[in-house]
């Protein structure tokens, strides 16, 4: 295959969908555009014998790229409802096996609904009235109880689990265009009226499609999968458990976008994922409700310490400045929070440099900079420097527009009314060899 060279290719790939096969089936924070991996796997892991690794897996992009251009790949996230999604989106069924299934959940839903009394399996500590319109919660338990009791295998149980997941979502008050546990207003409120049942239908029969795609695609694919619930600072004892699709232990290409360093007020990924993974029952609840406290940065430092940085140790410095000059700042100290994002970032460097095969792999940092107390974080230049000392070299820098990500254009990061600033809009690639 003839590969466009880096300045050829429009890397914003406005054209080019986000939701083709498995890549649509559930909402998921700042999802890296697919076509990004494909490229970067067909550049640097042509052939299918190399294995792609994600660090921080997400919604799983990466691996059903990996495995639609025929290599193995292995992706570790540290939240749950990541990893079944996950899983989920690669795991090839049957299309027509699944239209059957959905037809029997809907028939035992819609048959006698209002006599149907609903089964107590709604999350216990979420509060109905308040996320979910009168009559809501009697059917998405309904709905819930006959996913639950199906007789079919538990791949093709978590396929409906996880369209269920994307219904409750859809039906409740939550605002669609942010990732943040928010309301939409009242006057929104009042109008809301969710048909439950034709909500998840149509999920369902739209997923069902891009599962055919997706399984047809890969058929004559060799490439496997394994997604982790894990942590990336453990990447070299994960790795060790999984030697089977690994080359004697090791990989040869990472593609990843790792978190953007504040769970609070940039992207909230644990936020996300709370109302899923609990309407989901899924039995790592503990993770579930943690995932921005023990996420990258999630714990501060007592002190700093020399990450041999110099451009990080210059943003510290000017983020403390900006600190004592404003005129509205609590005793919190947002340059620590900024220090334990790199500090973590850091460790995850050198278990990725444990984990490739050195001499013959690639390592592809997807990254955008966001701004602390005013300042901009340049993180596409601070990784460069923190990853050195691990042994990667770094060989380009790609810059693209983001047009795809779910952000807004203005925030009020330090909630004063009459300062915005602007957010995210570039991305930046880093590429090193390694």
Known sequence: MVMESPEEIDWTFSKVSTKEFTHGFHTYPARMHPEIAKQLIEKYAADPKKVVFDPFMGSGGVIVEAILHGNNAIG???????EFLSKVKTTPLNAEKLSKTLDEILEKSTTNTSKQKPPKNAP??????????????KKLQILKQHIVELDVSENEKSFFKLCFSLTQRKASYQKRN???????????????????????????????????????????SSGKAITILGDTRNAEKIFKKHEKILDNGKAHLVVT????????????????????????????QEELLAVDKIGLGGQKKKEFSDLESPLLDQTIKKIEKKEAELT?????????????????????????????????????????????????????????????KYGFRHKETIYRKIINKAFASKNTPENQADYRDETMNEESIVVWEY
């Open 257 to 284: 976008s790792p978190p953007y360093g504040d769970h609070g007020t940039t992207v909230a990924y644990g936020q996300f994922s709370r109302h899923p993974g609990q309407w989901l029952d899924l039995p790592e």
């Open 124 to 137: 216990k500590d979420l509060k109905l009235s308040f996320w979910y319109p009168r009559g809501v919660p």
């Open 76 to 82: 570790i996230d540290i939240n749950p409802f990541s």
């Open 178 to 220: 942010i990732y943040k546990m928010y309301r939409v207003k009242e006057e929104k409120r009042e109008v809301h009226k969710p048909d439950v049942f034709e909500i998840f239908s149509k999920i369902c029969k739209t997923n069902i499609e891009k599962m055919d795609q997706f399984t047809k695609a890969i058929k004559k």
């Open 328 to 388: 509205k700042t609590s005793q919190y100290s947002r340059g620590k929070d900024v220090f334990a994002f790199f500090y973590d970032i850091d460790e995850c460097f050198k278990q990725i440099s444990k984990v490739l095969k050195k001499g013959d792999s690639h390592c592809c940092f997807v990254v955008a900079n966001r701004r602390v107390r005013r300042e901009v974080i340049p993180m596409d230049k601070i990784i460069v420097e923190l990853a050195k």
